[in-house]
């Protein structure tokens, strides 16, 4: 008879748990964007061709512009379309939990010597889990994490066994990256900074030689080179070419990046602080190690330093590109914990107690299993679900008075990609889509922005001559924790005054030239007399 192994077992059931942990997070929300992702989706379909002209904005209506996620807006129409909402959520919690397992993998077999460290795998992998689930869900962005990581696996495999072959799959990666996300300049940054790495790493180990011939140049670092070269260059064969970086470009102007929340710093309001948690770890093992290496003259490995300190700064800068960190650090942080504890040794002096934590942790990981299950929301359609946070009620309205169709509409920006879906036929005068389009010489969220500018609210209204416009009217408020009180000076009475200022919606109450004409717990109608 075959002896269980025990290692397996936790390993099935940690990311059976995972799985239904990111299966209840997703179907707990609706992504704000989704809806523009499926009507883009549904368009390319529809058109058999990506789009290049805006027209679900009247404002940007006719402009060029450029879907830098169309493939995965195809793969997600298609699934929602034939498999329905529950497909939709299976296929992105499977990416991540792909990620999960091949991160597990990969470590194990480039960074630990032996099969052992499963505990610190299995346990930052569920704190790594926790601090990105805010990113996480029915998310585009996630195809980036899974990719960031087939990156490094071909990168590390080819620094171990030097063979050409390996390298070969840059290309398919990089040309179904740049159709699938932004995210692939990342890529592009981490082939060409590890080849400066290696560089500086082969220049000082010729210095240290104290050799007279100091030859810089290594055929394996060449080979990558050409290799980096040709998958940076395929990526303007996608089918927007040229574009695409045009597109990307426009992304200098970083007015986004404080205003949309999940472009804020990690340890901005609300603090996410798993994502705190977390990063910290990094920056204690990456202190330690520099210590370690200096007291017992050890090499410090340049190409890990580096790119961990780089992406901590991105993480640091904006929250979103905090799963990006836990990808590039996680190898240094399990290395580092399992050569410096060694579980066997201890719980084998326990083995009766053993015996009873394997049982109690099985037990322990079927109940939270059944706990998530039963937690999961299960909905065929999220756009009729999620009264609270999306203007159903008001988008029946509207449907219901074509009287009004004629009139140009201001929408919440938050609400665009809702109503993309929803009233496709109602053209809108923003969405999720292009924040930082060149617009009245700063970015179209910035001329968003000043709808809500006291001092210019009239002046915009009968800039753009609009008539009809939709707000969000439902009160919010925060609670803080008595850490964030008492250590980290919140004022929660101030910062809810602050949040629910809105000078659009006092405006247009008190102004006789406007009026209400639909209202209910979440949103308004305004039109103008």
């Given at each position: 008879m075959k002896k269980i192994n025990f290692q397996k077992i936790i390993q099935i059931l940690f990311y059976t748990l995972v799985f239904c942990y990111l299966l209840a997070h997703s179907y707990g929300y609706l992504d704000p964007d989704l809806g523009w992702h499926l009507k883009v989706g549904e368009q390319i379909i529809n058109e058999k061709a990506v789009p290049t002209y805006e027209y679900y904005n009247w404002t940007l209506e006719g402009k060029k512009w450029v879907d830098h996620e169309w493939l995965i807006n195809v793969i997600t129409f298609l699934l929602y379309k034939n498999f329905g909402y529950l497909a939709v959520n299976i296929f992105f919690a499977l990416i991540i939990l792909l990620t999960l397992i091949l991160l597990n993998l990969f470590v194990q077999k480039y960074f630990l010597k032996e099969k052992k460290g499963l505990f610190f795998i299995l346990f930052f992998q569920a704190i790594g889990v926790l601090a990105m689930i805010p990113h996480l869900g029915v998310r585009m962005q996630e195809i980036t994490v899974l990719n960031l990581l087939l990156l490094l696996i071909i990168i590390y495999n080819?620094?171990?066994?030097?063979?050409t072959k390996i390298l070969f799959w840059l290309l398919p990666l990089f040309y179904f990256w740049a159709c699938l996300h932004a995210g692939f300049l990342?890529?592009?940054?981490?082939?060409?900074?590890?080849?400066?790495i290696k560089l500086i790493k082969t220049v000082i180990d010729k210095l240290k030689s104290k050799s007279?011939?100091?030859q810089i140049r290594d055929n394996s670092q060449l080979t990558f080179?050409?290799?980096?070269?040709?998958?940076?260059?395929i990526t303007f064969f996608t089918p927007y070419g040229f574009k695409l970086y045009e597109f990307l470009f426009d992304y200098k102007n970083a007015f986004y990046q404080t205003h949309i929340q999940e472009w804020l710093?990690?340890?901005?309001?609300?603090?996410?602080?798993?994502?705190?948690l977390y990063t910290a770890f990094i920056a204690i093992v990456i202190i330690l190690s520099i210590v370690d290496a200096i007291k017992k003259e050890k090499k410090i490995i340049l190409w890990d330093l580096l790119i961990s300190l780089f992406f901590i700064f991105l993480a640091f800068k904006s929250?979103?590109?905090?799963?990006?960190?836990?990808?590039?650090?996680?190898?240094?942080?399990?290395?580092?914990?399992?050569?410096?504890f060694d579980f066997k040794e201890i719980f084998k002096k326990f083995p009766k107690q053993l015996f009873l934590v394997k049982s109690y942790l099985i037990i322990g990981?079927?109940?939270?299993?059944?706990?998530?299950?039963?937690?999961?929301?299960?909905?065929?359609?999220?756009?009729?679900s999620f009264n609270n946070n999306y203007p159903q009620k008001a988008v029946v309205f509207l449907k219901n008075?074509?009287?009004?169709?004629?009139?140009?509409?201001?929408?919440?920006?938050?609400?665009?990609?809702?109503?993309?879906?929803?009233?496709?036929?109602?053209?809108l005068f923003i969405d999720g889509r292009l924040p930082q389009y060149p617009f009245a010489k700063h970015t179209f969220l910035e001329e968003d922005y000043e709808f809500f500018d006291k001092e210019k609210i009239e002046k915009k209204l009968n800039e753009y001559d609009i008539k009809l416009v939709l707000l969000d009217i439902k009160e919010k408020k925060y609670k803080f924790n008595w850490f964030e009180e008492y250590f980290l000076g919140f004022n929660e009475d101030e910062i809810n005054k602050n949040i629910n200022k809105n000078h659009l919606r006092d405006y247009l109450n008190n102004s006789k030239e406007w009026g209400k004409i639909y209202i209910d717990k979440l949103s308004a109608i305004y039109v103008k007399k």
């Open positions: 080819y620094e171990k066994h030097k063979k990342i890529g592009i940054f981490i082939i060409f900074f590890w080849i400066v007279r011939l100091i080179f050409y290799f980096a070269f040709f998958s940076a260059l710093p990690f340890f901005s309001f609300p603090i996410l602080y798993w994502q705190l929250r979103r590109h905090f799963p990006l960190l836990f990808i590039i650090s996680f190898p240094m942080l399990i290395t580092f914990f399992v050569d410096s990981f079927l109940l939270i299993i059944l706990n998530q299950l039963i937690k999961i929301n299960f909905t065929s359609d999220p756009f009729l008075n074509p009287q009004y169709n004629n009139l140009k509409f201001f929408n919440p920006y938050g609400w665009g990609g809702y109503m993309i879906w929803t009233i496709p036929e109602r053209k």
